[in-house]
């Protein structure tokens, strides 16, 4: 992806690359001085090939330039959630030993003492409003740098995820797997060097940093670069907008707005959603009121993006697509792994250029999860119709999708069991208008005073916030099968509708 970014900051040096919320414009020649700069900086600071460097920062210019330095320098770039609490950052650095950590100026204290005890010495700082050491050194840096052409099997980035047990797992991405997703996308979704992405999402996520991004960057195009999700903003800038990619939630909120007419969304060319599954409702109230029909598509850490509803075609409300060009699916038994007739219901692999190289210092999840024949297991469970079409009709791990981000159930279902007067409990996921699935916390107590306040208060300070539920309730007993696995099916379709009269926002 450097490669393509430099190619148009030589060639196009004056062309727009990030439109700031004031309107102001970073060029692709200026963004390529101040990568320059950074990049000079990451070897200053003795990050050398190969070596990591993590960032929990707020999304500004230069954390996203710091992602094109470290691939300028063939540094592995590693973002984290900026959710995520000191004691979440320390397994993630412990297990990936970067050679530099960039964190906030507010969160000096915790990781001073976080890095002296993990013996990581070198660390910067970046704020909400591009100050810190991070920006100060690089401005000392000059503005050019003598740039390779790194191997595309090379590894660009570890972003982690997680399973529904066991350990979070790091997703080795290669500049390979991001270009070739990126040239895909370019082409099925028609971008141009024309194209103005208004750019919402988080860059600590796939779909804000590879897809957004990297789209936009091998098209040559420009992004109006938001600090975060604001659908005010949304509406305000979209008349200099072409695309918007979002998750479902962007879409609901939006409908929500009486200043969100089917004047102002017309000159937009197309709207994209992902990360969580987009409702029917949505889709169909959305062109409605629009005459645009949102394309929905399917990726996944592991594996950038997998499927796309057409751009020319049919964009079919509660179905992700066909298969991307270079990408294989199957629908495979989830006991056997034989792959399933077309119309039954299996789990999705998928094979390709996009797929990840496996998991970091985790040959054996890696050799769990990819297949013999390059075949990577996403845990989803789907099918595919008489026109190729996939929909996904369920998650194999019960994973909970929250607002686009990932939840897992095993990860806090732990924080729960250790609170005191908590007996046992039960992490699920079910409908919510705005988040798309919302968090609950079924629990059976050993106290009988402890409450709802109580345990949403203990959770505050011990997990990100879009991983604390957003309910929590008591029951006497968990259900449970013959085996004694806890019965989350059942829980779900209890509290389904616990959501249903929640207002969005």
Sequence with gaps: MFSRFREHAETAPDAPFLIRPDLSVLSYGAALARTAQLANLLQAQGVRPGDRVAIQVEKTTDALLTYLAALAIEAVFLPLNTAYTPEEVRFFLADAEPALFIHRPEDEAAMADLCGALGLASRL??????????????????????????????????????????????????????????????????????????????????????????????????????PRFD????????????????????????????AFTRALAAPMRLFVSGSAPLSAET?????????????????????????????????????????????????????????????????????????????????????????????????????VDERGYVSIVGRAKDLIICGGFNVYPAEVEAVLDALPGVAESAVIGVPHADMGEGVVAVLKAS?????????????????????????????????????????KNQLRDTYAGLFAREPTG
């Design 283 to 383: 889709h169909k109230a959305f062109q409605a009121l629009t005459g645009h029909a949102i394309l929905e598509r399917y990726g996944m850490t592991e594996t950038n993006m997998n499927t796309s509803n057409p751009y020319t075609g049919a964009r079919v409300p509660g179905s992700v697509g066909r298969p991307l060009p270079g990408v294989e699916l199957r629908i495979a038994d989830p006991a056997t792994g034989a792959s399933l007739p077309q119309g039954e219901v299996g789990v999705i692999e998928v094979r390709g250029p996009n797929v990840f190289r496996g998991y970091w210092r985790l040959p054996e999840k890696t050799a769990e999860e990819l297949r013999p024949d390059g075949f990577f297991i996403t845990g989803d469970l789907g099918r």
């Design 125 to 226: 700082t970046l704020d909400a409003a591009g100050r810190g050491t991070l920006a100060e050194g690089a401005d000392a840096q000059p503005a050019s740098l003598s740039f390779g052409e790194p191997a595309p099997d090379g590894l660009a980035a570890i972003l982690y995820t997680s399973g529904t047990t066991g350990r979070s797992k790091g997703a080795m991405l290669t500049r390979g797997n991001l270009a070739s997703n990126a040239a895909v996308l370019v082409e099925e979704w028609r971008f141009t060097a024309q194209d103005v992405l208004l750019h919402a999402l988080p860059i600590f996520h796939t779909h804000g940093l590879f897809v957004a991004t990297n789209v936009t960057i091998a098209a040559g195009g420009a992004m109006i670069f938001l």
């Design 231 to 258: 659908v005010a903003e949304l509406i305000r800038l979209m008349p200099r907008a072409s695309v918007l990619m979002g998750v479902p939630t962007f879409y609901t909120r939006l409908l929500g707005e009486p």
């Design 447 to 487: 106290d009988p005073a402890l409450d709802e306040p109580a345990v949403l208060a203990a959770l505050a300070g011990r997990l990100a916030r879009f991983k604390q539920p957003r309910r929590v309730v008591f029951v006497p007993d968990l259900p449970r099968n013959a085996m004694g696995k806890v019965q």
